[in-house]
């Protein structure tokens, strides 16, 4: 009897020591959920340096500009009032103004390239320097873990995908009951981009576009919160991909823009989610960019005269197209922002400590 008392009371001890245990563990998930979170709000925080750093660069871009367009347009009034007017009529200093804003917004495209080319410039910079230094290790999504042919064929799928889909999604935004409001604040936007050089236009729009943004959105923005967060789990893909993808759609500054470009955002991160490289995205962004170039081939006028085929034909043909380059471009390395590389802090210096 004695004896099973002991033992009794030892199973006691035992039950105890469990509870003990279950309490460590408790508090360490704790402290661990916190510093996740941390680390989360820090990489917010880092990414929405880079992306209010973008848009002060446009506006320091655009404000030279403008200084140097007054500039040049003053020296042309006071030349003309020293030399008299041509035709014997006094100058109207009003014109000026109008002249300047009508020269600024004709060279807007070449405002969007001079800023991303200085964005892309000390991102590139930042990530040099932080690749040597060991404390981020974000220089890898710009390497392409398919090599070859194969790495060939994702581009030119991609780029492909993002084409058909704008044209398509655009037939179907044809057919939807779209508020007339928004149609003006989107054309009113496109067309402040796409007046002045057609080259510049197309360096703006389809090269240097897709390569900064999707550097910023997909390429720092997504990683940054991805990598905080349980590599490999659906659920974090989704949350972080919806993060970014609300964010892509208020950067573009209208409704029906920040419609279509969330949903396109959906499918530029899970395409960077499977291949592992920023290039892939920012080919399919440069497709979906380059769609409005089809109205210069002959006969194209009949996709825009026909949107109920435009939609049934190319979306269901974008979606095939995306689907084989992500299965041709899915990468079998670890995931370059695996949560296992974090470090325990939660500040923003502990974020660039191992990650």
């Known amino acids: ?142 390497r392409s873990p398919q090599k070859g042919f194969r790495a060939a064929g994702v581009g030119i799928l991609c780029f492909l995908g993002g084409l058909v889909f704008n044209l398509g999604f655009s037939g179907l935004l044809e057919l939807l009951p779209v508020p007339q409001s928004w149609l003006d604040a989107n054309n009113e936007s496109v067309g402040a981009i796409m007046g002045g050089n057609i080259i510049a236009v197309i360096l703006a729009t389809s090269v240097m576009a897709p390569i900064v943004e999707e550097l910023l959105f997909r390429g720092i923005f997504y990683n940054s919160i991805r990598k905080t967060l349980p590599a490999g789990e659906k659920l974090s893909v989704i949350v972080c991909g919806l993060l970014v993808s609300v964010v892509f759609g208020i950067y573009h500054g209208n409704i029906l823009q920040a419609i279509y470009c969330c949903i396109f955002s959906f499918v530029l991160v899970a395409i960077q989610e499977r291949t592992g490289t920023v290039w892939w995205p920012i080919l399919a962004h440069a497709g979906f960019n380059s769609s409005w170039l089809i109205a210069f081939v002959p006969s194209a006028e009949k996709l825009y005269q026909d949107p109920s085929a435009a939609a049934l034909i190319f979306l269901p043909v974008s979606v095939i197209v995306f689907a084989a380059a992500l299965f041709l471009g899915k990468n079998n390395e670890k995931y370059a922002a695996d949560s296992n590389s974090q470090s325990d802090g939660g500040t923003y210096r502990d974020y660039f400590t191992n990650v």
């Open 1 to 142: 009897m004695n004896v099973n008392n002991v033992n009794n009371v030892n199973n006691v001890c035992n039950v105890n020591n469990v509870c003990n245990v279950n309490n460590v563990c408790n508090g360490n998930n704790g402290r661990n959920g916190n510093k996740s979170w941390k680390k989360f709000f820090a990489a917010l925080g880092i990414s929405a340096a880079f992306l209010v750093g973008y848009f002060v660069m446009q506006i320091l871009v655009t404000f030279v500009s403008s200084m140097l367009i007054s500039i040049s347009e003053s020296f042309k009034t006071i030349f003309s009032i020293s030399g008299g007017a041509p035709d014997g009529n006094e100058t109207d200093y009003s014109d000026v103004a109008s002249e300047v804003t009508h020269r600024l917004m004709k060279n807007m495209p070449w405002i969007l390239i001079v800023s991303a080319l200085i964005t892309v410039g000390i991102i590139l910079l930042i990530v040099l320097i932080m690749k040597k230094s060991g404390r981020w290790d974000m220089y890898k999504i710009l």
